[in-house]
């Protein structure tokens, strides 16, 4: 089966050992994590993991069921890019002796539509969000130009193009499921 | 009440109504012991030789009784040791609780004596794990732990306490947990999976079904024979699956899997549709995926959503308790009839009859003594009533085939994992789940030896379990594959045994030593004379084979007679 990028999407209990509980079925089927993301959601007390791993599509479904099983987790789902609005976020330490000494940043800057975080005496912090290419191919040309002292870059956050989280549609089914008395 | 938190997990328990508790002492659970001290007229609690044993006591005890087991252990090896038993309940969906001892809170992480991450170690192997700090979250975490041990698809779930939450006070009041909103383990019943099931059987001209552990653990053992009874479905099972259908069923048609029957596992291959009932295709009941019942299409009752489409691929899933979905089904069946069909597969068993299983159980009287016919002889000598024990190997294999069965969640085996020294532990849990029955035990001389300290166990509970040793000196399902598929080299499995006999003796276990057929009969009629423990060593064939056989990795196709 054709291989390529999944966004998957985790709600947890905001409990220790969670990202230890996804992480092990991937560890188990030797998938590699590519990006991986994890903050509070927009349900008060509900975690939400944003994973990226290459593998194919039999795989991934595996995957997040195995990930739903567990007890903690509320939902795990899985979306391929045309499904999703997402991003990553890059930090870019350049010398700033380096920058005045060449020039040229400014056309940088305004080509990547990045912005200046931090000027200090002996650094500048450049920030860039985008898609991963546009990261990387700023860091590319820094690289080639001035040199990057540091460059660090975030997990992917997403966002599905439906209307609200699907999270919360599930969590009312389960208070209708409970209040029946199933 | 204002209580220690040892005390509080005492009430926890019997809160859960827990009646027996599998265990063993150390340092790091002696505040838990020792209020166990002023509750011991209120469980039944059995000191194991060996952590280990605790947990397979408890899964034998959990697998008759159908509620969780209980096991209680100390921290670092003494947790380390119930791994073996966490991972083999995790996959037989066996419910235990575990509840281990550890560290004090402020000791956590300081490598301190005996402190290991066991919350760590038995996440992937347990269905949930959870970490008592606070004598204040006993009441939920035992509750929760009951829960979840024994709903939907049952498991092994972890308690590990701190030593400090064991002695601090705590205001107690026993919870009851029966929501976890993260965790829903009976869903509604989908009715229109349901009548596309019902729908395909009805037009089905060749229905085959597998049981599985499913129905046992479900109780759905008169849902099943009333929805195989109205469409006229022949039925094999899964290892698990054995005692959810009595052996002499018309519709029975035995056992599937590597070394299953020949006339179900050929018919997995020619059936139009295959309905798996609370099975979960394992590789061992499947052999090579590509060559497994691929002209059929496949209706899957299955209570855990990640095991639909996990291992085969199904044309409708039918999600839920098999218990509730069967008789859902089953109001949409048509009476039918597939006398032809059914005859069918007469040939093979004939074939299987004539090859494999007339030699196993009619030798020619100057042969040494066959495993099958020691299993099929003290099956009959119970009636077909015995609760059958057995630890891992061949003799688990003569076992299972040669055993018969009228009662339901008779059989105690470990499946998916294999666990050799499985045996004794799992036959003492068994026995006391089940004092008034007769529980056998069928062992070999490797799998005996791993576990064989339990026999201490036996004596100090005088628990009633009758042994049966099938010695060939041998390891040997492995000498087996040796012979069949590694040129007869015979690495590491000829075995220099003691007397084992001479063993039980020292435990002042009643004992005979069977070298000759004629002296079994005698030797059975012996141990089964009264309900105590029981060691009866039957000196077997050096190399005997099980068979039929579909060698690893080979399909249901390429059956070894």
């Known amino acids: 089966m054709e291989k390529k990028l999944y966004t998957v999407t985790v709600f947890s209990e905001n409990i220790p050992g969670l990202l230890n509980q996804i992480t092990i079925v991937f560890t188990r089927r030797q998938i590699n994590i590519e990006t991986l993301s994890v903050s509070p959601s927009a349900i008060k007390g509900i975690h939400k993991f944003t994973i990226t791993a290459y593998t194919d599509e039999d795989t991934i479904k595996n995957v997040v069921k195995q990930i739903d099983k567990r007890i903690d987790i509320l939902k795990a789902y899985y979306n391929t890019d045309e499904e999703l609005i997402y991003q990553e976020i890059a930090l870019y330490k350049i010398d700033t002796s380096k920058v005045l000494a060449m020039g040229g940043i400014e056309t940088i800057i305004r080509k990547y539509d990045a912005r200046v975080l931090e000027v200090l005496e002996n650094c500048i912090v450049l920030e860039k969000t985008g898609l991963y290419e546009e990261t990387q191919n700023m860091f590319d040309e820094l690289q080639q130009s001035i040199g990057v002292l540091q460059f660090i870059r975030s997990g992917r956050v997403a966002i599905t193009k439906g209307k609200k989280e699907r999270l919360s549609d599930m969590l009312k089914k389960v208070q209708e499921f409970r209040s029946k008395g199933v | ?561």
């Open chain 2, 1 to 561: 009440m204002n209580i220690s938190g040892s005390k509080a997990l005492m009430e926890a328990l019997l809160n859960e109504g827990v009646d027996t508790i599998f265990g063993y002492p150390g340092g790091s659970i002696i505040p838990v012991f020792d209020a166990l001290y002023d509750y011991m007229d209120k469980f039944h609690y059995v000191l194991t030789r060996h952590e280990q044993g605790a947990t397979h006591a408890a899964q034998g005890y959990a697998r008759i009784k159908g509620k969780p087991g209980v096991c209680i252990v100390t921290s670092g090896p003494g947790a380390t040791n119930t791994i073996t038993g966490i991972a083999d309940a995790m996959l037989d969906s066996t419910p235990l609780v575990v509840i281990t001892g550890q560290v004090n809170d402020t000791m956590l992480g300081t490598d301190a004596f005996q402190e290991t991450d066991l919350i760590g170690i038995t996440l992937p192997i347990s269905k949930w794990s959870y970490q008592i700090r606070d004598p204040k979250e006993i009441a939920f975490a035992v509750a929760k732990a009951f829960y979840i041990a024994g709903s939907g698809r049952p498991g092994p779930v972890v308690l590990d306490i701190t030593k400090n939450a064991q002695s601090e006070s705590v205001d107690f009041k026993p919870e009851k947990c029966d929501f976890i909103r993260s965790y829903l383990p009976n869903v509604a019943i989908d009715n229109d999976s349901v009548d596309n099931a019902a729908a395909l059987i009805n037009n089905a001209k060749k229905p085959f079904a597998i049981v599985g552990h499913g129905v046992t653990i479900g109780e759905a053992e008169t849902e099943l024979r009333e929805f195989l009874d109205k469409a006229d479905i022949p039925a094999a099972w899964t290892i698990m699956g054995e005692s959810a259908m009595p052996t002499d069923y018309r519709l029975n048609k035995g056992m599937v899997g590597m070394h299953g029957n020949i006339a179900p596992n050929t018919k997995t291959n020619e059936c139009d549709v295959l309905i798996a009932i609370g099975m979960r295709f394992a590789d061992r009941v499947t052999g090579n995926l590509h060559n497994y019942a691929r002209q059929a299409k496949v209706i899957h009752l299955e209570i855990d959503p990640a095991e639909i489409n996990k291992n085969v691929k199904s044309e409708i899933a039918v999600l839920g308790d098999v218990k509730l979905t069967l008789p859902a089904i089953t109001a949409k069946l048509q009476k039918q009839e597939h006398k032809e069909w059914i005859d069918s597969f007469a040939p093979c068993e004939q074939k299987e009859m004539n090859r494999v299983i007339s030699k196993e159980l009619y030798p020619d009287g100057d042969e040494a003594l066959k495993m099958g016919e020691v299993v099929r002889k003290i099956s009959e000598a119970t009636g077909g009533n015995a609760i059958l024990v057995t630890d891992v190997g061949q003799n688990q294999m003569a076992a299972l085939r040669y055993f018969q069965f009228k009662q339901k969640r008779s059989v105690v085996t470990s499946g998916g994992a294999g666990t050799m020294g499985f045996g004794i532990p799992a036959a003492i849990g068994a026995k006391i789940a089940a004092p008034d029955r007769t529980v056998c035990l069928f062992c070999g001389d490797g799998g005996f030896q791993m576990t064989m300290q339990e026999l201490g166990t036996i004596i100090q509970e005088n628990t009633g379990v009758k042994m049966i040793l099938l010695n060939n000196n041998y390891l040997g399902m492995v000498r087996q594959q040796q012979e069949l598929f590694f040129n007869k080299r015979y690495s590491s499995t000829p075995m220099l045994n003691p007397d084992f006999c001479a063993v039980a003796k020292a435990y002042n276990i009643a004992t005979s030593h069977v070298t000759k057929r004629e002296e079994l009969s005698g030797a059975i009629k012996d141990m089964l004379k009264d309900d105590k423990p029981y060691l009866l060593v039957v000196e077997i064939e050096e190399n005997g084979l099980v068979l039929p056989m579909v060698p690893p990795g080979k399909g249901n196709d390429d059956i070894i007679v």
